[in-house]
């Protein structure tokens, strides 16, 4: 069994990176990926531990991004890029570091939104953060514990949807140049959850896929824990007839999404097999093959 999408504290989630990789070896994973938003310091922090708990660490991050789509404009869309093979050079780090930056600029915006709707909170609702790290599950917690919304998913829709944050996102990169950074890293890009896609206009997630893929998309993340049984039967399909990789996980978040179990997802609606991973190592190995054989030939002329 193995999972490849999860978070920890360097992101929004509520284990450390030494507690998830002790999590996942306690429920038998034989392979993670680390995913957190925008930055690579949970994978960082995990790296050297994994061995010692007998778990195959991937290297991996969620990116935000916004796709310019004519009937979706400034849509936003989390990119997963995985690195199986070889891990992301400074340059790319780099360019994740100024990605990360913005998220302080957006949470003070965020911060402005909600208190002019007359919620009482402030930045000491997050004494042990401050604003570069807090993510949206940190501000749906304190809204929660202050009695504005009854649950978690309620904070969300109401004051922290995608659609809602879109507005005061800045610099957000755009999907097309993720997919870029990311394979010319030796990565692979995936769409993560394409079903919380929020399409207003016309647009629909098949036909965003479709449009992704000629941006050189290399997977969608086909199996999730919100995913219903036909919502993963339909992009089995069109992964199938698009020829994507699927990749999947459970985008366990620990206490700040409860309801969702490392490795099974949401009431064990995941199960996914090593040999999803395999997939995905050999597609990857023979995309740099192809580049390689690309690269010397354009050398001898």
Same mark, same amino acid.
């Given at each position: 069994?193995?999972? =490849? *999408? %999860? *978070? %920890?504290?360097?992101?929004?989630? %509520? ?6 990789? &002790?999590?996942?070896? *306690? ?11 925008? +930055? ?15 778990? $195959? ?14 009937? &979706? ?11 199986? !093979? /070889? ?17 302080? $600029? ?7 939104? =909600? ?38 998913? +309620?904070?969300? !829709? =109401? ?17 097309? $140049? ?28 098949? +036909? ?15 199996? *999730? ?21 699927? %990749? ?26 090593? /040999? =999803? ?25």
């Amino acid at each position: 069994m193995i999972d =490849l *999408h %999860t *978070h %920890t504290t360097l992101s929004d989630g %509520t284990s450390s990176p030494a507690e998830l990789l &002790e999590e996942a070896r *306690h429920v038998g994973l034989k392979a993670l990926a680390i995913t957190d938003h925008d +930055t690579l310091a949970g994978f960082d922090a995990a790296y050297p531990l994994a061995e010692k708990h007998n778990v $195959e660490l991937v290297c991996g991050i969620e990116l935000s991004t916004q796709f310019q789509h004519p009937q &979706e404009p400034k849509l936003a869309v989390h990119l997963l890029g995985y690195f199986p !093979d /070889r891990l992301p050079d400074d340059e790319f780090r780099g360019w994740v570091t100024s990605i990360s930056s913005t998220r302080r $600029e957006r949470n003070l915006k965020l911060m402005e939104k =909600l208190q002019s709707s007359n919620i009482s909170i402030s930045w000491k609702d997050f004494p042990d953060l401050d604003p570069d790290r807090v993510a949206r599950p940190h501000f749906a917690c304190v809204l929660v514990a202050k009695g504005y919304v009854s649950n978690f998913q +309620t904070a969300f !829709d =109401l004051f922290l949807d995608d659609s809602i944050v879109a507005g005061i996102a800045p610099r957000l990169p755009s999907t097309q $140049e993720a997919i870029k950074k990311i394979k010319a890293n030796g990565g692979f890009a995936s769409l993560a959850h394409p079903m919380r896609l929020r399409c207003k206009g016309l647009a629909t997630p098949e +036909t965003i896929i479709k449009e992704l893929v000629l941006k050189g998309l290399d997977a969608i993340e086909a199996y *999730h824990a919100n995913h219903s049984t036909e919502d993963t039967g339909h992009l089995l399909q069109i992964a199938a007839e698009l020829n994507l990789l699927v %990749t999947g996980g459970s985008d366990y978040h620990g206490r700040n999404k409860p309801e969702i179990r490392l490795g099974t997802g949401r009431g064990k609606n995941l199960f996914l097999p090593y /040999r =999803l991973l395999e997939c995905i190592k050999e597609r990857v190995g023979r995309a740099q093959e192809k580049t390689a054989a690309e690269t010397n030939r354009s050398m001898c002329h």
